[in-house]
């Protein structure tokens, strides 16, 4: 079962209309900043799309990393996915509570471990809340799936191979922090951190390429408008990166929708680059 083509976004009507239908599996891939309350899965426990289970970013990670998130081997995936009653048949929908920040990550890694049927909720449960659709609360049961993952090295990039774009500049990188924190002039929320970029990339806010009213993504010819305006050339290779890798994956999603691919993912992003014995960093714009 698939939506349009190759878009990797659904509707909330398209949802609605196949909503309990066999082999659909719906995620709520919410994520907040550590500290900040409630807990996503509070959130969740509270309010979710009917049949949604829980994909915790921060539990479906590398236990061993002492990075935030960091992408697990794929037994591991196949392993937490399965628990969550998701088989490799199935067409899977994730959604996050609406802004943007996490449901991508949970597309990305799942196109990243094999699974190509997967899609993100544009305008996630804010945009289903919003228009009256239902809503559950209470925990998910799922009965497990069989799910096999193979993972895919060229969806994700790491330090060093960044370390050695800084002389090649073979890849284009794309920064989705907020502006202040791209060039400096604010502190990192994860302490710990120097403040800055990596030499050379460019700067494009996630928040930039959706409505916040709506918490739907722009059309694509204001995306195309984004990315150039951020001096980001569509024909050539992209990185994206972030604090974490996290958000960074909106900039994934929408090069995705504009037909880009081999795009990938610093997953170590900020968290790992801007460590006090990092690699060389670079201050103010662009």
Partial sequence: MTSTADDPLVSTEWLAAHLGDAGLKVVDASFKMPGVLPLPVDDFLAAHIPDAVFFDVDAVADRASPL????????????????????????????????????PR??????????????????????????????????????????TAAFDPARVRSKAQLVDNLSSRREQLVDARAVNRFEGSAAEPRPGLRSGHIPGSRNLPYGALFDAE???????????????????DLAKPVVTTCGSGVSAVVLTLALYRLGVRGSALYDGSWSEWGLRDGPPIATGPA
Avoid: C, N
């Fill in 68 to 103: 935030p998130h960091m992408y697990p081997d794929a037994a591991q995936f196949a392993r937490d996915v399965g628990a969550l009653g998701i088989s490799s048949g199935d067409t899977v929908v994730i959604y996050d509570s609406g802004g943007w920040v996490a449901a």
């Fill in 106 to 147: 949970a597309w990305w890694m799942f196109l990243s471990f094999g699974h190509g049927d997967v899609r993100v909720l544009d305008g996630g449960l804010k945009k289903w809340r919003a228009e009256g659709r239902p809503v559950q609360s209470g925990a998910a049961s799922p009965k497990p799936g069989k799910f």
């Fill in 214 to 232: 709506t918490g739907t993504m722009k059309p694509l010819d204001e995306l195309r408008a984004a990315f150039a305006g951020a001096g980001v």
